[in-house]
C-alpha cells in the first residue's frame, strides 16, 4: 500500500503545478489580448496622424484629395475585428457589412436580425449631411474587446473548477488517513487484547481443576467468551470478512438478548420481527455489534428509561430495519453530522459509536443507514436498508 506521506507530497506538488499553469495561462492570456489592442490603438493613431498631415499640408487640393482617398480606405480596412452595418434612413443596407459572416440564405433577414441586436447593445452613430440623418452605423463590441468580457469569467470559472478539485482531492486524502488510524488502532486493540485472553481462558481451565464453584466458573468463561468477540470484531476492521447468509432475526435477537441483561431495568425492548427467515448476506459479529452500538445509543438518548422499537420488514429485494427510542430526538441539521467520527451530544465520549456503526452497515454489509425522521423530546428512528439473500 502507498505511503499516505507519500501521497500527500505528490497532491502537494500537484497542486503547487497547477497552479503555477494557472497563473503562466492567465498572464499569457492577458498578454495577447493586449498586444491585440495595442495594435488596434496604434492603427488609430495612425489614421489620426494622417488626419493631422491631411490638415497641415491643405494648399494642394490635388494632394489633399487624394490623401483624403487614401485615408479613407485606410479607415476603412483598418477596421478587422469591430463588426459594422451601414442603413439609410429608411433601413436598408447601403454598403457590404464588415466583420460579419453572412450566410448565403436568408441574408436580409439575418442582417436585419443583426442591427436589431446592435442597436440593442448600442446606439448607431448617424451620419448627416445639411443637418439631416441620411445613414446609420451600426456596431457591435470587437472580438478582442469580447474576449475581454468573457476571460475574468472563464478564469474565475477554471479557479472554481481548481478549488473544488483540490477540496475532494483533500477530503479524500482526509478520509484516506482517517481510515488508516482507524484500521490500525482496530488491529492494534484486537493485538494488544489476544494475549491476556488467551491467558484468562488458561486460568477458567485450571479453576475447573481446583472444584471452584461452577456457577461463578461459568461467569467467567461468559465475560472472557465475549472478550474474544469483541477482539475478534476489531480484528476484521480494515479487512474483507467473508459474508455469510444468516437469518436477520436470530441476529437481532440474539444483540437484544445480550443487551437486555446490561441497560437499565427502565428501558424496554420491543422487538416486531418477521415470521419467516429473512436471509442475509453478513458477517454475524460485526453486525451484532452495529445493532448493540445502535441499542446503545438509544439508551444514552433516553437517559436509561423509555421504549426501543426494532421493526423488521421486507420491501420487494430489500430489507428494512428500523430502530426506534423515544428519546430527546435530533435537529435535522444534525441528521448527517452525528455519523462522523468524533461527534458527540456527551460529556464524556469519544463520539465513534455511530461512526462504527456506519461503517459496518455500508462497508461490510454493503447497505445504508440514515436517520428516518426525528423530533426534539419525543424520539429517533434509525434506518438500515440491507439486500436480501437470494440463493435461487
Known sequence: ???????????????????????????????????????????????????LHLISNSSDSTSIMNEYDNLLFELMQGNTTIPVIVTDTNGAITQEPMNIQVPENGRDAFLQKKVNQFRKNHDPIVLEVDGHPFQYVYYDDSTVLKRLQIFPFAQLGVVFIFIVISFLALNSSKKAEQNKVWVGLSKETAHQLG?????????????????????LLEEMDKDVQRLKTIAERFSKIGSNPDPEPMNLNEVILQAVGYMNKRISSKVTIDCRLSEKSVRVLMNESLFG?????LIKNAVDAM?????????????????LLDVSDTGKGIARSKFDAI??????????????????????????????IYVLHSELNKGTTFRIELNKYDNE
Do not use: C
Open 289 to 293: 455489534w452495529a445493532i448493540e452500538n
Open 195 to 215: 494475549t491476556p485472553i488467551s491467558s484468562l481462558m488458561a486460568w477458567v481451565e485450571y479453576l475447573k481443576t481446583k472444584n471452584t464453584d461452577l456457577q
Open 339 to 368: 455519523f462522523h467520527p468524533g461527534y458527540t451530544t456527551k460529556k464524556r465520549g469519544w463520539g465513534l459509536g455511530l461512526s462504527l456503526v456506519r461503517r459496518i452497515i455500508e462497508s461490510y454489509q454493503k447497505g445504508k
Open 303 to 319: 437517559n436509561g428509561q423509555g421504549k426501543i422499537t426494532i421493526t423488521l420488514q421486507e420491501k420487494g429485494k430489500r430489507v
Open 1 to 51: 500500500m502507498q505511503n499516505n506521506y507519500e501521497t500527500k507530497q505528490k497532491f502537494k506538488y500537484t497542486f503547487i503545478f497547477t497552479a503555477i499553469i494557472i497563473a503562466i495561462v492567465s498572464v499569457w492570456v492577458t498578454n495577447v489580448l493586449m498586444s491585440e489592442l495595442k495594435e488596434e490603438e496604434r492603427k488609430k493613431i495612425e489614421i489620426w496622424a494622417k488626419s
